[in-house]
C-alpha cells in the first residue's frame, strides 16, 4: 500500500509518494553528484519507513546504489539493500493542479490545533470535515452520527472565492504534523477539484489531496 517513486536527473531527485489513490506527495533535493543519464526507481513503502527510522540518527551522506532490481543505501557504515518495484509510476506532474485560482498562507500550527480540535467528532468509520472558505474566515465543522457538531474559526488574511469543501481531516492532519515550517499556503479551485498544500517560498514540496464528499 503506496510506494515511493525517486527520479534522478543531473543533480536533482525527486521524490514522489502515492498513499492511496486520495493524496500524492512530492519533493526534491540536490544531490552531490551529476547522474548524467536519468534515472527511475520505485521504492517499497516498507523500505521508506525503516530508512526513515535509521537516518533519524544519521549523520554525514547517504550513498546510493541502484543495479539488478536492488537498491543500497550506505551511511554511518551502514549497508542496507532492499529489493525495488517493478512498474511504472504515474506522472505526477499530471496530478499537481495548476492555476487554482484561490490561495490562503497562514500559520500551520494554528490550523493544525483547529482540525485537531474539530476532528474530535470525527469517527473512524467517517473522518469528513467541512471547511468553509470566505473573505477573512476559515470555518471548520464536523458531525457525528448524533448529528452534534464541532465548529471552530479561524481569521485568515483571504480575498478569493467563497468556498464549502470536504476533506478526511486525516490526511491534512498528517502532512501538517510532519511539516517543520510556521506558515503554510493552501491553493484551491472549487468543491470538486483537489487541493495544492505547499511551503511559501518553497517548490521543493508539494503535498496533493483529494475532497470527498460531507
Not at 147 to 171: H, K, M, P, W
Not at 196 to 211: A, G, H, R, S, W
Amino acid at each position: 500500500d503506496g510506494a515511493i517513486d525517486m527520479q534522478f536527473a543531473n543533480n536533482q531527485a525527486k521524490f514522489s509518494f502515492d498513499a492511496d489513490g486520495h493524496r500524492l506527495a512530492f519533493a526534491s533535493a540536490t544531490l552531490d553528484t551529476d547522474v548524467p543519464n536519468k534515472q527511475e526507481v520505485i521504492l517499497p513503502r516498507k523500505t521508506v519507513l525503516e530508512m526513515q527510522r535509521l537516518l533519524s540518527d544519521a549523520d554525514g551522506a547517504i550513498d546510493m546504489q541502484f543495479a539488478n532490481n536492488q537498491a543500497k543505501f550506505s551511511f554511518d557504515g551502514m549497508e542496507f539493500v532492499t529489493k525495488l518495484v517493478e512498474g511504472k509510476f504515474p506522472d505526477y506532474n499530471r496530478v499537481i493542479p495548476k492555476g487554482h485560482r484561490n490561495n490562503l498562507t497562514l500559520g500551520r500550527q494554528a490550523l493544525l490545533s483547529c482540525l485537531q480540535r474539530t476532528a474530535i467528532l470525527t469517527s473512524d468509520k467517517f473522518k469528513g470535515v467541512r471547511l468553509n472558505l470566505d473573505p477573512g474566515t476559515l470555518r471548520v465543522a464536523s458531525t457525528n452520527a448524533e448529528q452534534e457538531e464541532a465548529v471552530d474559526e479561524l481569521d485568515i488574511d483571504y480575498g478569493g472565492d467563497s468556498i464549502e469543501i470536504g476533506f478526511n481531516v486525516t490526511y491534512i492532519i498528517d502532512v501538517l504534523t510532519n511539516m517543520g515550517q510556521d506558515m503554510v499556503r493552501i491553493d484551491l479551485a472549487d468543491a470538486n477539484s483537489s487541493a495544492l498544500i505547499t511551503i511559501p517560498e518553497n517548490d521543493q514540496f508539494k503535498y496533493v489531496v483529494m475532497p470527498m464528499r460531507i
